[in-house]
């Protein structure tokens, strides 16, 4: 599970809606599986764009509403009635076809199969892999992820719709081991951590580390999506100062508390010196009485 720091930040709606009581009236589990259940009874194709980065997909008026509750994709412009057009991204259409099976997906025409798919989309994007495990591993605890680069991030995370709520995490990608080759120098300096977490920080956003490893060194084909697994690492900075103010100011409860001890301390330090001074004077009044006689 991912941990809440912060906690999430809802929106405010008119009229005083209360944002937070929606989304638990109609969490975001439910949503995707009400899209799944509609996608897969459609039959519908997506096409894949000649780059491979990403696909578009025509669906009807009440699809278009439930990806875009889903936050699914990119509504496009057009002119058709009665149908929508999405842009979806390369983990986006990857995880309506292989993680929802929902919709099949061609290229010219041509249906492709699973394996050619993701040879389309790994030679779109030597990250691919490492990047969609990320993603389906966030969608599959239903945190809403997006784009993250206007953030300097890969991803960001969302605890529910965008609509309805700020993103808690940014997120960074980060592939460990042999097979992912070259990939694997993100985040290894302390610059560019320190980075992250300002840029993270400076939006009020949770850096997010997700390192992906596997033992296999193939990443040839979907089934290596099994093998790859993903660690999740929460990032904040310790600002001493802060830390230093905390502990010389503490609050008036503790401040009363401390207070109330210091007279306690020295109503028993009294009580003992006087019975010390009592005993004293005892010893010396005897002490004179036998010198006299």
Known sequence: MLMDKAGPRWKKGK??????????????????????SSLKGSKLVATLSNQGRDAT???????????????????LD????????????????FYLYHGLKCISVSESKKLL?????????????????????????????????????????????????PALVHSEFAVVVVPEGVEFGG???????????????????????TLLVLTVSSSICELSSP?????????????????????????????REEANNE??????????FNYWGVILGFTVLSSLLVYKLRFRQ
């Open 223 to 251: 089934d290596c999506l099994e093998q790859l697994v993903v660690h999740e690492r929460t990032i904040t900075r310790w600002i001493a100062q802060q830390c230093r103010e905390q502990r010389c100011e503490p609050s």
């Open 78 to 93: 057009n002119a058709e009635a009665g149908k929508q057009w999405f842009q979806l991204g390369a983990e986006e259409v």
């Open 183 to 205: 990939r694997c120098g993100r985040l290894k300096v302390w610059s560019d951590l320190l980075c992250a977490l300002r840029a993270s920080g400076s939006v009020a956003k």
């Open 113 to 161: 199969s699973e394996g050619e798919l993701w040879d389309h989309l790994c030679s779109a994007s030597e990250s691919f892999p490492e990047m969609y495990k990320a993603y389906s591993h966030l969608r599959s605890k239903n945190w809403v992820v997006r784009s993250g680069l206007q953030y300097g991030a890969d991803f960001v995370a969302y605890r529910h719709h």
């Open 57 to 75: 997909l025509g669906v009807n008026l009440q699809q278009a509403t439930l990806l875009n509750r889903a936050a699914f994709g990119r509504v």
């Open 259 to 268: 207070e109330q001890d210091h007279t306690r301390e020295t109503v028993v």
């Open 15 to 36: 009229d005083g809606k209360d944002f937070a009581a929606l989304a638990a009236a109609h969490p975001m589990s439910s949503i995707v599986a009400e899209l799944q």
